[in-house]
């Protein structure tokens, strides 16, 4: 049985780390800035985790193949333990885990503890059970005054635009994410019902959008195409068709898109949609 | 106590009605049977929802006429609607973590064995004790309402008749906030949409009951064991599952408050009018939320995880404990650095306070605050590395026995690590952009809180099924029941990381809207027929846990050569434990392999001068023989 025991750990264990090695399944193509660093931590980490693992089950499997009970009237060892032994491997991997800890607060720094870079675009996205909703300030670059109370859905006024506030008439509510190439972007994130999460595979970027804050994040997208975007926090029974898509466009593409007055821009967008195809998978 | 300074007999005879005797005992031994056959009861439910929901993610649209029958509504024609899907996912989540992982492992083998191992005859609280099995039971059968109040017609029906809040059958099912609850999708009602009405009151209420059942047992675990040792029983003398036992007594002690103050303000909310969670200007369903104003989604978090990370450890240390003492007694070796064992329990257990924040990295919290938990977070990786060198060093060297509950502590070991390690990529802040709710994460805690509790419990049970029951489970169905569960454990789980690879998120009733989850839908498949397989074979286990009952082997009072107290009394034991006897200890738990001692096991309670090499116990200062004051 113990011969038996340690074959089957050790094939679960090649199976397990081979299933990562050969990167059958593995993240879709990173398009943002911080991307690439996010995936450099998770291979240095998953490095120490595969190596950690495999030694573990390595030993256990081994330990129960060479210690099965035999007919030798033998008695196991006596020892209570080693206390030398203790402390080596708690200092060893007290460093290691604490050091990949402080190692994994890098790109969150960089995103989450410094303010958008100047000059980045901002934009404002509203979400509901089960649609998003992307509001652009327009070609005066001004947010135009909201109030839940003017909320009108059939009407398409879903963030509750005042209308008759200055600087909301060129204010534009799409329900597709537009985002320049190479230029950070601010998103200003909030909900209307419940809490929602927008996620990004390709963006390596996740943050949910809870009601009653205004949740402000930044980013650079580097690659042009078109993305999901998708709800990660359960938020009622479609939850899973809360889907809308991300165009990341070349700069002078959005310049032009961004500088049309609303009814243009929503026919451009469509356009630009049938233009650009998800990546292949 | 008097009978543990005293020799004298003095005897407590059982009680004599059926009622007192089996069903409002207050024994320690049948209430611990209860607690295992609540926890075999929820888990079958369980199961049969995660089998359900595999099916659905498969083969979308199957037929289940059983479901049209019981759900009407939410299963019309027998085709799981997706609501039904989630209200799935929430009874899962919340059977599981609550009714089966707090009940058995702490509930159930605590409190039969933790009186026994330390030569008690009782809880401290035996009234108590009763008590909190029949709220949990209450706080079981709330639940299974939730479900059946809104979607069966009938049960709905009665509901009705409790007023507004509880008007049930309304052509939906629920609840369907899972088993996190978070608001204000949990709190505004029905207006948030189906799923969101009686059945989220019933399972709150459930939850709130749950928790004062939990409470109570949580004191009397305390008591005992601080006041009700036997003779020479230090602390440092106690078998390493007692440690587990006492540890998770006060998690939960120190926990549960928290979820039970959450969830009365979250039922306030619901029906009171009151704000907690809710904050202004929402705009529900096509309409604006005016009555409430000036609560925070985050404050539930907040509450809900506080409670939510001690609470995997409550599931898990038990497990723990239970593997250190089935691995020392078929090693036939001592176990490896008992001292240290003892400290990593409680490192676990208290770290497991300062952690609650990984789950809301993207929440909206602080991202300062984001840091300080993630750094706290990989630090309870060095506790939790420090258990598992002690069981390779336990097995180092040892004479393995392959019993069946050896197979499934080995079982624990390797799950633990497996699901285990990969806390340290979802404690990074920076890999939680990707993976936070995504089927990496339920990968993680699957295997760790999941299946490696589950397997400490199958060992468990097998192991001390003979002292219960006074007949041995059958070893031939045993070791079936392992191999089959422990590959096809792997079998799901490990592919749930590839899917989080590619970003598949959690909670999904299909995947099909999506073209980057297009590559899953192999490992989805493959996983749903491991799943089958694996729930399945669990028949097996349920056969020879009952069949094993009346028909098993008649086991000896100490089958399996162990060393701590529950082998030297009777079979099953007494109604007092040690027949008014009580044992004085002489040594630590795992003396096994002493050299010179005629046997390879020496118990507990065994006079010293057993050794030829006086003084070998204390050489290693690792609770060989305990404290010597």
């Known amino acids: 049985m113990g011969r038996v025991l340690g074959i089957a750990i050790w094939v679960i264990t090649i199976l397990s780390v081979l299933m990562f090695v050969t990167k059958h399944w593995w993240f879709p193509e990173s398009i943002s800035e911080h991307g690439p660093a996010v995936d450099h931590q998770f291979m240095i980490t998953i490095i120490v985790v595969g190596v950690s693992f495999a030694a573990a089950q390595i030993g256990l499997g081994w330990v129960v193949w060479k210690y099965r009970d035999s007919a030798s009237a033998q008695r196991a060892t006596y020892s209570h333990g080693n206390n030398r032994l203790e402390v080596i491997w708690t200092i060893v991997t007290a460093v290691v885990f604490i050091s990949l800890a402080v190692m994994g607060q890098r790109v969150w720094a960089s995103l989450h503890l410094h303010a958008a870079p100047p000059g980045s675009y901002q934009i404002e996205v509203v979400a509901q059970q089960f649609a998003w909703t992307f509001r652009y300030p327009g070609k005066d670059g001004v947010f135009g005054r909201t109030d839940p109370s003017l909320i009108n859905d059939e009407g398409q006024n879903f963030v509750g635009l005042d209308e008759t506030a200055p600087n909301a008439k060129d204010d534009i509510q799409v329900s597709t994410l537009v985002i320049p190439a190479n230029q950070p972007v601010e998103l200003i994130l909030r909900s209307k019902d419940v809490t929602h999460s927008f996620f990004v595979p390709q963006l390596r970027f996740k943050q949910d959008l809870v009601p009653g804050m205004k949740i402000p994040v930044h980013f650079t997208a580097t690659k042009v195409g078109k993305y999901e975007l998708a709800c990660a926090e359960l938020c009622g029974m479609n939850h899973y068709k809360m889907k809308a898509y991300m165009l990341v466009l070349p700069k002078d593409e959005f310049m032009e898109l961004t500088n049309l007055p609303p009814a243009q821009f929503l026919t451009k967008k469509d356009e630009l949609l049938n233009k650009y195809q998800l990546p292949q998978y | 106590m008097a009978e543990a300074t005293h020799d004298e007999v003095h005897r407590h005879p059982a009680p004599k009605g059926f009622i007192r005797k089996y069903i409002f005992s207050l024994d320690h031994k049948v209430i611990g049977i209860q607690y295992i056959l609540l926890a075999l009861s929820a888990v079958l439910v369980g199961m049969i929802m995660s089998v359900l929901m595999r099916v659905n993610l498969s083969w979308p649209g199957s037929e289940w006429s059983i479901l049209g029958t019981l759900f009407p509504t939410g299963a019309p024609g027998g085709v799981m609607s997706d609501s039904f899907y989630l209200s799935l996912v929430t009874m899962h989540g919340t059977l599981m973590v609550f009714f089966v992982l707090t009940t058995a492992p702490q509930g159930g083998f605590g409190n039969y064995f933790l009186p026994i191992q330390i030569g008690a005859e009782d809880m401290a609280f035996p009234v108590l004790n009763m008590l909190s099995f029949w709220v949990t039971f209450v706080g079981f059968i709330v639940l299974l309402t939730a479900i059946l109040a809104e979607g069966n017609l009938t049960v709905g029906a009665w509901f009705s008749k409790l007023g507004a809040s509880f008007a049930g059958g309304t052509g939906t099912v629920g609840p369907i906030g899972g088993w996190t609850g978070y608001p204000p999708l949990s709190a505004l009602g029905p207006i948030a949409g189906p799923g969101q009405g009686a059945g989220v009151n019933l399972w ?282 422990f590959l096809g454990v792997y079998a799901i789980f490990i592919p749930f990381h590839a899917m989080g690879m590619l970003g598949m998120p959690r909670r999904y009733a299909n995947f099909g809207e999506y073209a980057f989850l297009k590559n899953a839908h192999s490992l989805v498949l493959f996983v749903t027929v491991a799943a089958i397989i694996t729930v399945g074979i669990q028949i097996v286990f349920y056969f020879n846990f009952f069949w094993s009952m009346f028909k098993g082997k008649k086991a000896t009072d100490n089958p399996w050569e162990a060393t701590t107290l529950e082998w030297t009394t009777a079979t099953p034991p007494p109604h007092d434990n040690f027949a008014g006897v009580m044992p004085t200890v002489h040594r630590g738990p795992y003396e096994f392999a002493v050299p010179g001692a005629p046997r390879d096991f020496v118990m507990q309670t065994e006079p010293e001068g057993v050794e030829v090499a006086a003084g070998l116990g204390e050489r290693s200062g690792n609770g060989g023989n305990g404290h010597k004051h």
């Open chain 2, 204 to 485: 709150i209420i459930s939850i709130a009951i749950f928790c004062v059942g939990s409470l109570l047992g949580a004191l009397n675990f305390i008591t005992t064991l601080l006041n009700m040792r036997t003779r020479g029983m230090s602390l440092m003398r106690m078998p390493l599952t007692c440690w587990a036992w006492f540890t998770t007594a006060i998690l939960a002690l120190l926990s549960f408050p928290v979820l039970l103050g959450g969830g009365i303000l979250l039922l306030l909310d619901r029906i009171a009018g009151t704000s907690f969670f809710i904050p202004g200007g929402l705009f529900v369903s096509g309409s604006l939320v005016p009555q409430h104003n000036g609560g925070s989604p985050l404050l539930w978090q907040h509450l809900f995880w506080f409670f939510g990370h001690p609470e995997v450890y409550i599931a898990i240390l038990p497990g723990m404990g239970a593997t250190s003492h089935i691995l020392s007694t078929f090693a036939r070796k001592p176990i490896f650095g008992y001292r240290a064992m003892v400290f990593a329990i409680f490192a676990i257990g208290m770290l497991g306070f300062f952690v609650w924040g990984h789950h809301m990295f993207i929440s909206g919290m602080s991202p300062y605050s984001a840091v300080a938990f993630s750094i706290l977070t990989l630090s309870i990786g060095v506790p939790s590395a420090i258990k598992t060198f002690n069981w390779l060093g336990t097995l180092w060297g040892a004479k393995i026995r392959f019993t069946t509950p050896m197979l499934f502590a080995i079982g624990f070991v390797s799950l633990f690590v497996a699901g285990g390690i990969t806390g340290l990529v979802l404690g990074q802040t920076s890999l939680d952009f990707f993976f936070h709710d995504t089927y990496f994460v339920t990968a993680h805690f699957h295997l760790v809180m999941g299946v490696a509790s589950i397997f400490g419990m199958f060992a468990a049970t097998y192991f001390w099924f003979p002292k219960m029951f006074g007949r041995m489970m059958n070893e031939t169905l045993g070791k079936l029941h392992f191999w089959i569960t």
